[in-house]
């Protein structure tokens, strides 16, 4: 199964896409940037292993670069079916399209700050903090996740985590065990 990094440059600088080198034909880098970009590093368009590299120029324009990443993501999706796409990026507002695109195709997305970052953990992390982004937590799915992160591993992981969700969030822990349980 291939491999799609789309790189919202704009977002993130060269050293979020400096692991590259080990790359082979089946990733495909795709970097995405607009006037606003400084500069891209010589380095970064040298070092890319085998992979196929495209660079990307966007008119620049308010979310720009971000919906011709999920034009483009979308449209690998419906080309190859069964691919990874990995969209590197700080901007939470990918989630909901890639929460969108684990539920109703065969791809698998994320979301990663940084290209090297997308071991187990990580991907369960983005996993979790985007469904409970989604499920109306905000700015409170960092301090639900780090939560989670604390029990995990622990034989009563459910019972812990659920106890202490309910002294903080006793409306809506349920919510937050909903999107734990559908991560774990």
């Known amino acids: 199964m291939d491999d799609f990094?789309?790189?919202?440059?704009?977002n993130v600088n060269s050293r979020a896409i400096s692991k590259c080198k080990s790359f082979t034909s089946s990733d495909h880098l795709y970097i995405y940037y607009s006037r606003k970009t400084a500069n891209i590093r010589v380095e970064i368009i040298n070092n890319h292993g085998a992979s196929e590299l495209n660079?990307?120029?966007?008119?620049?324009?308010n979310q720009a670069v971000d919906n011709r990443i999920i034009k483009d993501a979308q449209d690998l999706i419906d080309k190859?079916?069964?691919?990874?796409?990995?969209?590197?990026?700080?901007?939470?507002?990918?989630d909901k399209y890639i929460l969108g695109w684990n539920s109703t195709t065969q791809a698998k997305c994320d979301r990663l700050a940084m290209l090297g970052t997308a071991?187990?953990?990580?991907?369960?992390?983005?996993?979790?903090q985007s469904k409970l982004s989604i499920s109306g937590f905000g700015v409170y799915a960092?301090?639900?996740?780090?939560?989670?992160?604390?029990?995990?591993?622990?034989?009563?992981?459910?019972?812990?985590?659920e106890n202490d969700l309910k002294q903080d969030y006793a409306v809506t822990y349920g919510i937050a065990m909903d999107a734990v349980k559908q991560t774990f």
């Open 5 to 10: 990094y789309l790189v919202d440059f704009d």
């Open 55 to 61: 660079l990307i120029k966007v008119r620049a324009g």
């Open 80 to 94: 190859y079916k069964l691919i990874n796409i990995h969209i590197i990026s700080n901007d939470k507002g990918y």
């Open 119 to 128: 071991g187990k953990k990580h991907q369960l992390n983005c996993e979790l």
């Open 142 to 161: 960092n301090d639900i996740a780090r939560r989670v992160w604390l029990y995990y591993g622990d034989p009563d992981f459910e019972k812990r985590l």
